[in-house]
């Protein structure tokens, strides 16, 4: 099977799914992680005064794990795209976005 090299479209295709990861993956974090940790926070922690803490480190870990997400995508994805693996590439990125993002709605239901 020869190799082909990427079109202009083959790369509009892999940025667009870029951006696909980026923007429902800034949503989950910045906006359903959130709530769902200001829920457990209050389920779980009432009136403790460690709240402010747990709540200020859970959100720069979920935000350092979303930056280093969106860094390691794009050059991950490109690769991807030169070895004809960019679906395959962007469902093991796509994936446990989702579950995280679902995790976080269930977290939101139950409390």
Known sequence: ???????????????????????????????????????????FLRGSQANQLIYLAS???LGLGAFILVMAAEPYLRSGLQRQQLMRRFRKLAIPLLIAGGVALLVLTLL
Do not use: E, H, Q, S
């Not at 429902?24 to 769902?36: E, K, Q, Y």
């Open 1 to 43: 099977m020869a190799k082909r090299n990427p079109t202009v479209r083959d790369y509009l295709a892999c940025y667009a799914l870029y951006i696909g990861l980026i923007i429902p993956g800034t949503i989950a974090v910045f906006l359903v992680w959130r709530n769902a940790i200001v829920a457990l926070l209050a389920a």
């Open 59 to 61: 959100m720069a870990l």
